[in-house]
């Protein structure tokens, strides 16, 4: 429930206040909404095998849910990087602000991570269930994770095995990047800064972004770019809490 209250709350509130009509809320109600979206892919069903006798989870709900997951999971990663291009472009050329960062820029910005995120999860998806699973179907997850699922497949997994290492390596490292260069940007504008009650309301808008970067980074991380022989799910289901 806070989940979806805050979200939501969230992006009503960007919504209905002319004040809050600027890039950076524009990008903040985007990213609510995809924590919104891959929570409520995860959450609700989590939930209730809590409270039933045998966890089952329906092969074609299981589909969908890995396929919304990750989905929303690749979209938040371009949209902190989109984030972090924002708050430089704010302190680092606040004249030309508004210039560049248009309305046309920032939905840009937002569309190509939704379209080239709904790629992906239908890719990973479609090449997950297209092969066939047998045996002892246990998902050692509380949610269909595309690495848990490998585990069940009869089949040789190395071709999806290698997609899923790529689509990670690539959306992980380049938005990471973008994220690192900005920064990097940043704090030298930052320390150049003479005004001590500047260098400090710089630091502020940018230290909660900063601390997710790091949260959900730090996770994905530890979760997608393991060697296969490093891998123990019952780690993997502590990193996805956070």
């Known amino acids: 429930m806070s989940t979806l209250v805050g979200n939501l709350g969230m992006i009503i509130l960007i919504k209905v206040d002319h004040r809050l009509q600027t890039p950076m809320y524009f ?16 959450g609700p069903k989590m ?3 809590f409270v039933v006798d045998q966890n089952m989870i329906n092969y074609y709900f299981c589909a969908t849910q890995l396929a ?6 690749s979209c938040e990663l371009f949209i902190l990087s989109a984030m972090a291009y924002d708050r430089y472009m704010a302190i680092c050329n606040p004249l030309l602000y508004m210039v560049i960062m248009s309305q046309r820029v920032c939905l840009l910005l937002v569309a190509i991570p939704y379209l080239y995120s709904t ?3 239908l890719l990973i998806t479609i090449k997950i269930f297209t ?14 994770d595309s690495l848990p699922l490998l585990s069940l497949l009869c089949s040789n997994t190395h071709e999806i095995e290698v997609i ?14 973008i994220i690192l260069v900005s920064y990097l940007l940043i704090l030298i504008t930052i320390l150049r800064m003479k005004s001590a009650e500047g260098r ?10 900063l601390t997710v970067v790091i949260v959900f980074y730090g996770t994905l991380i530890f979760i997608y770019l393991q060697p296969n022989s490093g891998h123990y799910f019952d780690t993997d289901k502590l990193a996805s809490v956070f």
Do not use: E
């Open 27 to 42: 990008f903040l109600k985007h990213l609510a909404l995809t924590d919104l979206g891959y929570s409520t892919a995860v």
């Open 131 to 144: 092969l066939p699973f047998c045996g002892y179907n246990v998902i050692s997850h509380f949610y269909c």
């Open 200 to 209: 400090r309301k710089s630091f502020s808008t940018c230290g909660s972004h």
């Open 47 to 49: 939930l209730v095998n």
């Open 164 to 177: 899923i290492l790529v689509f990670a390596a690539f959306d992980l490292i380049s938005s990471l990047l």
């Open 119 to 121: 790629f992906l999860s």
């Open 68 to 73: 919304f997951f990750l989905f929303f999971i």
